[in-house]
């Protein structure tokens, strides 16, 4: 079925004005002279809009070395000319069309983005984690821990900040030495472990990439045996040997830093920055802290300690509410994993970690006020 009209024909090797006959035809359009010649037959695909005054369509044939035009004024037929070719245009179709793509692909790109961040990264992060070499997590371990002691030292005390440095406090730092020796022997991680006592009032330990171990002053007052300490800080080693928290860093910061340990060149980024926050502000999934349990119940019946006296504290603090990534996460978790602990640990014969003296010495290890 045809559509047809009049129009006006320049055939471009002349100037003459033909009043011609536009039809439409199922595959292209037909210029018919006054005397039913053919003028032009020109495929939709092969039309092309030209420059023309808002009430007349102007077209043009796509690539042809000749000039020729046709000029369409009646309305309802440069309509039907608009409906038949792509190429033509004045209702803005194509356009809507580009820009519902160009949304749709945006969209998806988003989605794509979104998924790699939620889904992809934790999973490489994963999967690369055990890939990193010691002397890298090492590497990463210092970087990251100048923020996170830029960010405990709220008071800028500077050396001052640590515990065990002070003359009436060497004692105390050799006790918690001698804890750490027996737990560190016993672990064997291959990696050196850097542990150190802070003044922060939380009731807390942290582990960050590296080996390097932090013990708040808090968590010591709350202590009431070298056991329930010790029980802590082995918890806080296992994390040490599962790589929990390389692979939380690797996972917060991102391909920017994953890319940055392969080149060497992260120390100081804004990765390490945001690498740093996380470790202070995100608790552990359920099932890693089950691990971290399990190893400290192992290591401390490895050094004789008695290992339930991990679930003696955590019930102790539960509820305690403490920045950093935190020991306890809810009452019903804490119960959960005392009996895990308290399955886990059975009844065995333990031996004393420290004596009295010693573990007096420890409980004040934090005894000079930081200036």
Same mark, same amino acid.
């Given at each position: ?130 890939? #990193?070499?010691? +002397?890298?997590?090492?590497? &990463?371990? =210092?970087?990251?821990?100048?923020? *996170?002691? $830029?960010?405990? @030292? ?117 990765? #390490?920055?945001? +690498?740093?926050?996380?470790? &202070?502000? =995100?608790?552990?999934?359920?099932? *890693?802290? $089950?691990?971290? @349990? ?78």
């Amino acid at each position: 079925m045809t559509t047809s009209g009049q129009g006006i024909f320049f055939d471009g090797a002349t100037t003459a004005r033909h009043d011609v006959t536009a039809e439409l035809t199922p595959q292209l359009l037909r210029v018919l002279g006054s005397d039913g010649s053919v003028l032009a037959e020109w495929p939709y695909d092969q039309l092309e809009t030209l420059s023309a005054p808002d009430d007349v369509l102007r077209l043009g044939k796509a690539g042809s070395p000749l000039l020729a035009r046709l000029e369409i004024r009646d309305p309802q037929l440069a309509a039907a000319i608009d409906e038949r070719s792509l190429p033509v245009d004045r209702s803005g179709r194509s356009e809507r069309r580009m820009r519902a793509k160009v949304v749709a692909w945006s969209l998806a790109a988003t989605a794509s983005l979104l998924l790699v961040a939620l889904i992809g990264v934790p999973r490489i992060a994963t999967q690369l984690t055990p890939l #990193v070499p010691y +002397a890298l997590e090492r590497k &990463l371990g =210092t970087a990251v821990d100048t923020q *996170v002691r $830029t960010s405990l @030292d709220t008071r800028h005390a500077g050396a001052a900040f640590e515990c065990g440095n002070a003359e009436t406090e060497r004692s105390g730092r050799a006790a918690f030495d001698k804890l750490m020796g027996r737990l560190e022997t016993a672990a064997a991680l291959p990696i050196p472990l850097d542990t150190r006592v802070v003044r922060s009032p939380d009731t807390n330990a942290i582990t960050l990439p590296g080996g390097h171990v932090y013990v708040f002053q808090g968590l010591i007052d709350k202590a009431a045996t070298p056991d329930e300490l010790a029980g802590v800080i082995a918890h806080e080693l296992g994390h040490a040997a599962h790589r929990d928290g390389t692979r939380t860093v690797l996972q917060a910061a991102g391909l920017s830093l994953m890319f940055g340990m392969f080149l060497g060149d992260f120390v100081g980024g804004g990765a #390490v920055v945001f +690498a740093a926050k996380t470790i &202070l502000q =995100t608790s552990y999934t359920r099932d *890693v802290e $089950t691990a971290a @349990d399990a190893y400290g119940v192992a290591l401390m019946t490895r050094i004789g300690g008695d290992p339930r006296a991990l679930g003696t504290i955590l019930l102790r603090i539960a509820g305690t509410t403490h920045p950093g990534p935190k020991l306890l996460l809810d009452h019903p978790e804490t119960r959960d994993r005392v009996a895990f602990i308290e399955a886990m640990a059975g009844s065995r014969p333990t031996t004393p970690l420290l004596d009295q003296r010693e573990w007096a010495a420890l409980k004040s290890i934090c005894s000079e006020r930081a200036r």
